[in-house]
């Protein structure tokens, strides 16, 4: 019994900073404001889905706002509302996540990403083409 107890003890030992480490799994509200996107898994990695949206009708258009500048015509017509912005993340360490991409609808392309949590509790996302990156950083909406 009391072999157990320890070996119980020393397992949670290791278990307890795992748990304890933040994540950005929620719902995040874009840098500009116009838009939160909510980050949860999809398989074994992260991803993020549009689920608000500011602006409910396009003033060009007067329709909602659609993914207008993809390149694939087929999906030109689709909502940004539930659109998927970010796939693939995975863990790289404390508060980063990498391997996944951005698609941004406003130029209708997607880009390599990774994403930092702030020690201020705000989200850096980054989308990069090549070694260059350019980023926006996300509060929390939850």
């Known amino acids: 019994m009391l072999k157990t107890l320890a070996l119980t003890s020393l397992i949670a030992s290791f278990a307890l900073p795992a748990m304890a480490s933040p994540s ?62 970010l796939r693939d993340f995975t863990p790289a360490g404390d508060n980063k996540w990498t391997g996944g991409a951005i698609y941004d609808p406003n130029v209708g392309k997607t880009f390599t990403s990774k994403m930092t949590l702030t020690p201020k509790g705000e989200l850096k996302v980054e989308g990069c083409v090549s070694v260059i990156c350019q980023g926006q950083t996300w509060s929390t909406a939850d």
């Open 24 to 85: 950005v799994q929620g719902t995040w509200l874009i840098q500009d404001k116009t838009a939160k996107v909510r980050i949860a898994p999809c398989g074994p990695r992260l991803c993020g889905t549009v689920v608000w949206i500011k602006d409910k009708v396009d003033k060009t258009t007067g329709q909602p706002p659609v993914d207008a500048k993809n390149p694939d015509p087929k999906l030109r017509n689709r909502s940004i509302l539930g659109l998927q912005l």
